[in-house]
């Protein structure tokens, strides 16, 4: 090769080879100090759109798992309130129960009755319960909410029959269970008791009524069809302890027997118009929901398991993509750091060889 004076080849070259190891360096420094493989689309662009797809749904799969807790502790506040409500009528057939003595007098009854009173005025405000504003219990009134942009939780409603041929109003709320959003991918039913039903006599024992009274109910049927507010016509408002309809007299077509049956706010007056089989069906039905809310919070608790299993793996999938393996990296950062150093060198023993020229001219 000739000596010359205006160009020097090898040390563009050693230059080119400064740059490039110093790059490499640049980008074993980023890696290392982010932690991540691809700290820029231009490292992976196919990598990184996958990767920032499963980090939304990690994401997603995240706040599906604190909606399955807050179901839950819906689930639980709405069992503790029944459990009360369970203790109130276990009471409430413990005092007909004494009341049936024999060597009960009708002041003795009437004592009787005036806890039931009490009690049924506390099993009202029971059904009042609500969990972060929103209510915990229905009623056979209650109006279905399933139609968007409605901003108050979904609440659909169904009929049923229960093992009585009675026809009755469901009631439930539905959490979506996937990060897709999908109702048919996953969702799981929550059950907001129809307190009316729960509630529900069946039939007021007519033979503790005057005989005007009995004969303006006789041959009607505990379940009332009627049509007025939000019931129409083929659905039933059931006579139920605690006024739980703010209405039990619609159950009933002449307001002359009001007074004898119920006290002024609406409530059964004497503990004798019910019997004791009444509220054994009462604890039935009790029992029921609250099987079926252990039921449904134990189903909550498998979705939170499966929950956690795919985001525990959507974790590691998104990992696998984005997490940079910090000993291969590191030593790459070495071999980078000793070629740009290197090359500094080169390139500055490249930049002396114009110099020989210098000698011939001298």
Partial sequence: MPIVVNS????????FNLSSANDALRKSLNRLSSGKRIVSPA????????AYKLNSKLQRTEAVRQNIQSGISYLQVQ????VTVAKIVDRMAELRTMASDVTKNTQDVENYSKEFIELQRQLNQVRREKFNGISLFSMS??????TPPDLRPQLDKAAAVDDEGRTYQTFSRNILTTAD?????????????N???ILSLGGIDTR???TDAAASISGRSALATVNAGNVSVGNHVFINLANVNGGNLDDFASTSISNEIYTADGFLKSIMFVSVGTFTNIIQRIADARSENGAEQNRMGMVNELLIQNQTNLEAAYGRIMDADMALESTRFAKQNVLVQSSAAMVAQANQLTNIALTLLG
Avoid: C, E, K, P
């Fill in 181 to 193: 959003g999908q109702f048919d991918d996953g969702n799981v039913s929550l059950n907001v008791i």
């Fill in 8 to 15: 020097n080849t090898t040390a563009t070259v050693a230059s």
């Fill in 195 to 197: 307190f009316q039903y």
């Fill in 43 to 50: 490292d992976d662009a196919g990598g990184l759109s996958v």
């Fill in 79 to 82: 069992d503790g309130a029944m």
């Fill in 208 to 210: 503790y009524i005057s």
């Fill in 141 to 146: 009134r209650s109006l279905a909410i399933t």
